[in-house]
């Protein structure tokens, strides 16, 4: 069953202006899938193929004879001197758009390399995994909080519709985090490396300290912060940035951690089943996950920059998420109850109170919760989470 994505129209769109559509993200979070169905015409090379992969690397002007233009290359960031040619082809022919669809994993070795030298010349499109709204447009049942934490949103999970969803997201980080980071930099040890992607699954949703993290290891802030770069290049986790409206100390500037996917982080953190994840204290900072890349998604989805961000000061106020619209602030909390109250509001209201002149006049924010109902509370919207992504449009 093939799922469609809500970057479909903006790729369609743009491949007629462009020469080249770049398409990065995680692994198996259906960028492949995605360009066979909009370009089915287009012939398909697979550089991760050892064969194909040679072939391109000893023989570049015999490749791109073989295949011509009209082609996606898959996994491009194996041989990044086909992008040089790529330039040099685009550059013959710069009336004709839509000669090349590119894919890559690893931001590191693909958009940032596939943005210096096809710059002018490439539209980058971000592929993250499902977002609720996608799975809603597909028929698919969106589940209850704690099953849908389990099950995550990477597309194969739908697609073959497996019941050993813990097993998958194990495989998937043995398959491809792990594998992809020791082909971008040498781990000197695994185990430890392993033991980091642990303790990052345990800070979701707090602030990134490096320092505790390196101490906890036993390793270097430095090697910490490289592992951490590496991850947030791979797509696998996101750092949230904080808002501060001046170099004020007393505003924290360090960002948070999130998972990509939560299908991911509940599998490090070892949670199995939804009786498990109930009962987890971090369950709470695992759907503040959730929510934060539904925000997320529907931003990238749209083609658009996140604007998204959070707020904490030494004083102990703190809203979970702040979407910057029009330049101005609406202020988002999010709560993993199924129930809402008025003390909920809370910190909006001291927030409201100590930035006015920074909020939007006629968006006042409100709160994302795991409940079903939207309503309208004190001036503030409740949404629930499977309608969470529809407010960052």
């Known amino acids: 069953m093939y ?23 995680p692994r198996q979070s259906g960028k492949t899938t995605m360009a066979k169905h909009l370009f089915p015409s287009y012939t398909y090379v697979n550089l991760e193929d050892p064969q194909t992969r040679l072939f391109a690397s000893e023989d570049l002007n015999g490749f ?15 041989v990044p001197e086909v992008l040089s040619k790529i330039q040099v082809l685009v550059d013959e022919h710069a009336q004709e758009s839509g000669q090349f669809i590119l894919t890559g994993s690893q931001e590191m070795q693909s958009g940032g390399i596939v943005a210096q030298s096809l710059a002018g010349r490439t539209a980058i499109f971000t592929v993250l995994p499902l977002s609720l709204a996608e799975l809603r447009e597909a028929g698919e049942p969106i589940l209850d ?21 813990f097993d998958y997201y194990a495989g998937y980080v043995a398959t491809y ?53 590496l991850l947030t290049s791979s797509h696998i986790i ?56 539904e925000a997320l998604k529907q931003r990238v989805n749209m083609h658009r920059p996140p604007n998204l961000y959070f707020f904490r000061n030494s004083s102990g106020l703190e809203v979970d998420l702040l ?38 006049e006629t968006e006042q924010g409100g709160l994302m919760y795991a409940g079903h109902d939207s309503c309208t509370f004190s001036g503030y919207r409740v949404t629930p989470f499977e309608l969470a992504g529809d407010l960052f449009g």
């Open 238 to 293: 996101h750092l949230l940035p904080p808002w501060f409206p001046s170099r004020t100390s007393s505003i924290v500037k360090t960002p948070k951690v999130y998972f990509h996917d939560t299908g991911v982080a509940s599998m490090l953190l070892g949670i199995e089943s939804k009786d498990q994840m109930m009962r987890d204290p971090l369950r709470g900072s695992l759907f503040e996950n959730l929510i934060v890349m």
């Open 145 to 165: 909080r704690d099953s849908q934490l389990l099950r995550g949103f990477m597309p194969r999970v739908y697609q073959t519709q497996t019941s050993r969803v």
């Open 323 to 360: 979407y910057q619209k029009q330049r101005m602030l609406i202020p988002y909390e999010i709560k993993s109850s199924e129930q809402f109250h008025k003390d909920q509001f809370a910190s909006l209201e001291k927030f409201r109170k100590a930035y006015p002149s920074h909020l939007h």
């Open 177 to 229: 985090v792990q594998r992809d980071i020791k082909m971008v930099t040498a781990i000197q040890d695994e185990l430890v490396f392993q033991k980091f992607l642990v303790l990052l699954s345990g800070r979701v949703g707090s602030l990134l300290n490096y320092t505790s993290l390196a101490n906890d290891l036993g390793v270097s802030r430095q090697t910490v912060e490289r592992w951490t770069s």
């Open 64 to 78: 791109f004879h073989q295949y011509g233009t009209h082609l996606i290359i898959d996994e491009v960031q194996h």
């Open 3 to 25: 799922i469609h994505r809500a970057l479909e129209p903006h790729i369609v769109e743009l491949v007629q202006e462009y020469p080249v559509i770049t398409l990065v993200g």
